[in-house]
């Protein structure tokens, strides 16, 4: 049946143009909203672009000559009008071809197994510099914990890291743990995912060599809000990451004018669950807030951090983010004003 | 011309037995489940986080061991014996063998009572979780073949079982040289390596 | 010169049909009392077909959900009871029936047997599997649900711990998920030791083993490594029950339990059970294409060589399912050697399968159509495997919209064309009465169109870093257009597949009689009437080839003269 050929044709080709068209635009380097894998922007995740690539050469040339040889046979050995019921000659095997077709692909899985094998090592087992980054990630449901254990910070969910330039390596080394369940740090043109195994640390490392904003998400299905368990990385220019670490090592800004809000946040169940280093609250089992006004998102990503959407997660958080674990703490519309007011101040 | 042989060969056309098939694949899915648990329990070996260690809880089950793998001998004994048509020697033998593993069972049933009054439960450390889980998994198998055991000694009693019946005590005895390898093997794992 | 004009005796029947008149009640009570393998295989493919569109109901639902970003259509709770529901549902409700029911209908006729070695084993191995199939969907109205919409079990198929510990599970939904698959998980095993047993024990004289049919072999292969690859999904459910109930710790990391050993556990199971689901595919592959393109298959030897060697291959390969999950460079290595092994013999099969169309007269039957897609559609799909398999690609594609396409084309692609073709295949010898093969053309082109839509779309929202298991995204990440065009191919899919009920009920009502062998096809079901009678064969069939119809039909060129 032409038509199937003509079809399955038209289709390969379309897709064929796609995909090209598709690599080609993300080929486009440097941070962009789409967290494209074929966009990278890092050491690790440039030499797993560059595999795939070959990776894809070879099943690309397969596909063209296994498909093509289908293809030709649909239609060459098609059944025809004019056909004399007749059954074709019966062959019931050849010892040569089945061998050649046996050691064709052997040969091909070696090839792909020791180029693979090649990269593996050199992700996984890269010599750590001296001088590399250190960041803890911790897991939660639903959000993200980053603690940097060399510069005294702690933060959440938004990522700050050092630009890295060949004459200036500064790999970003991130150790992984998790508080409850299984999540995986996923941001796709930095590196390729890790996951994030309680009581099983993991390893992992980025090396972002152009600055921007980069986008991630969890990637291991963990309850409810798995969806909006979003991630920012920041890769900072030298001087902008400098300045990020001195500003974050500070305590918490005790601004007068907010000091209703700070009276309420220490007053209440706030405590319990969240950090403002400098004052009573030394809660753990939540972000810390300390500096919860350099964010640029709420929630891990769920919501933008402007006055508007704070109040409305204080008030309810389950509208914003269905199933988070952050209780509404039944405020009263003035006391959540005056505590985001407080918090807005959190520089 | 047809030249095609018209009759039958008078070649005999002999197959396996479907008992013998079907328990065998019975016993390979039985290696399965008990091949997981196993494996948990090696896993798991000196990485409780605390409570009681098998050194300091578990005695070797000697005689329990020696019974259950007497059990064995027995019912392959009884197996001669209905080949052979002797009903009653059939039938003490099997008696004898239901004897053997139910003192497996109540010496396994007098362990755990020392163990749990000792401290030791499915909850409280991971050797506790695993061990009730692995020697449980195996005392099922072996209640479940002392009630299988049973109700063939009962259908002997009452004279409904004969010489003709031979292959399928044999596919059943499978079932019980199977439930008494298993336990070497956990044996070997729980009492000597585990500790 | 011999005055039989069969050489082998007695199979076409003569026998009058019997017309008895049943009520309501005796018809229903046949059906439910009934060890015939061939009720019970109707049974289970019935079944597994009514699975196959309430799991596609849950998915359209959960595409109209991502059709659009921000979207509203479904709660977080229940799109994640949806896909955990469907990809459940899909594996063990449809695929493992819908495949075991083929075997139950066909190993028997095949092997020229009367019935399966163990009948009432049979029956109750469908029932256990039945009713674990009800229990399963039961979650959705009975329980005391965290969060409403009843308990259904909402934490991915694979069900990873420690999610699925009471701590994080405080309702019964990793409980019914649990429960509900053990039960069906005895059910397939006493199918499969059925199948072994009828295949090893109940062979018609001169059946050697070597001149089954490769429909035949391929169950027999499924069947032995289910017994392997059920059972520890089995165990691991136990301890999880076991954690769950009796306060044990196998996957409690707060006490030391251990995570990852789940994961090992799951895909030991998982990794083969994907090939228990295709390799019976590729036996209804194996018995259309020759078929239809009225050449033998080319290789027989190769390809039963082949089926053993993916079977123990894929044994140990499972942990490419957890190529992030932070295994040494040595063990990760391992894996992606072992998964590129297997696919060595997996591709050997698709140059048996284009050999055997070279050089033959390919019909464009319905039939063959399916398995021509698959065909396209299987090494497509073994090619996205590949790429899965390259580890440090896979620390990208892991988790993503890529596995997914990759999978569902495997899983549709090969697995349910396949299925769509052994059913216009054997619905005549069911039930004597052709598929309108219009309607199967119409059924085939959108069932075609909509699988590619929506499944080549997918890769490429992979590609573009959108993981899976979310019930929404953010708008701005570029995967809106995209996610659109995938919804809309699984509505097309959906409208084929009420072609194709819609053809099955027709043709059982005006569908063409089909007498025995419509398809001018060489093995045993169909030297016996459509549909079999309750015996199958008046006498004992003897063969001499693995092609015994053939040798009927070409008395002068019979193929024991060449094996």
Known sequence: MKATFREYGARAAGLSLLLLVLVAGAWAQGPQTTPSIFAPASTPAKSIFGLSMFVLSITGGIFVVVGGLLAFALIRFRERKDDDESEPPQIYGSVQVELAWTVVPILIVVVLFLTTARIIFAIQDAPKPQDALDVTVVGHQFWWEFRYPKLGIVTANELHVPVSTPGDPEPTYLHLLSADVDHSFWVPQLAGKTDLIPNHPNETWIEPQQTGLYYGQCAQFCGIEHAKMLLRVYVDSPAQFAAWVKDQQQPGVQDPQAAAGRQIFETHACTNCHTIRGTAAVGSFGPDLTHLASRATLASGATLNTPEDLYAWIKDPDAVKPGSLMPAMQLSDEEIRELVAYLDTLH | MSAIPVMPGPEPWELPSKGRVGMLSLIIGECGIFTIFVVAYVFYIGKSLNGPTPQQVLDIPIFNTICLLSSSVTIWLAERQIERGKMKAFAALWALTIGLGLEFILGTAMEWDKLIRGGLTVRTNLFGTTFYALVGLHATHVVVGLIGLSLILIFTLTGHVSERHTERIQVFALYWHFVDAVWVVVFTVVYIVGR | MADQTLPIGGILDITPERQERLTLLEWLHGWVVTVDHKRLGVLYVVYGLFFLLVGGAEVLAIRVQLAKPGNHFLSPETYNEFFTMHGTTMVFLVGMTIVFGFANYLVPLMIGARDMAFPRLNAFSFWLTAFGGLLLYYSFIGGFGLYGMGSAPDVMWWAYAPLTEKAFSPGHATDYWALSLIVMGFGTLGTAINVLATAFCMRCRGMTLLRMPLFVWLMVVVSGLTLITITPLTAAQVMLTIDRYLGGHFFDTQAGGSAVVWAHFFWIFGHPEVYVLVMPAFGIANEIIPVFSRKAIFGYPAMVAASVGIAFVSLGVWAH???????????????????????????????????????????????????????????????????????????????????????????????????????????????????????????????????????????????????????????????????????????????????????????????????????????????????????????????????????????????????
């Open chain 3, 321 to 563: 399912h957890m190529f992030t999950i932070g295994m040494t460079s040595v063990g990760n290595t391992f894996f992606v050697l072992s998964t590129m092994m297997v696919g060595i013999p997996t591709g050997i099969k698709i140059f048996n399968w284009l050999a055997t169309i070279w050089g033959g007269k390919i019909q464009f039957r319905v039939p063959m159509m399916f398995c021509l897609a698959f065909l396209f559609q299987f090494l497509i799909a073994g090619l996205t495997g590949i790429m899965l398999s390259v580890a440090p690609w896979d620390w990208q594609l892991h988790n993503s919209y890529f596995v997914i396409a990759h999978f569902h084309y495997m899983l549709v692609g090969a697995i349910v064309f396949n299925i769509f073709a052994g059913i216009y295949y054997w619905f005549p010898k069911v039930t004597g009465k052709m598929l309108s093969e219009t309607l199967g053309k119409w059924h085939f082109w959108l069932f075609f169109i909509g699988f590619h839509v929506t499944f080549d779309t997918m890769h490429f929202v992979g590609f573009m870093g959108m993981p899976r298991s979310i019930y929404t995204y953010e708008a701005n990440r570029g995967w809106n257009t995209l996610n659109m065009i995938i919804s809309i191919g699984a509505f097309i899919q959906g409208i084929a597949v009420l072609v194709f009920a819609w053809n099955m009920v027709r043709s059982l009502r005006n569908g063409k009689e089909a007498g025995n062998d419509p398809w001018d096809a060489w093995t045993l079901e169909w030297a016996v009437p459509s549909p079999p009678p309750e015996y199958n064969f008046a006498t004992d069939p003897e063969v001499h080839s693995r092609r015994p119809l053939w040798d009927l039909k070409h008395p002068d060129d019979p193929d024991w003269k060449y094996e």
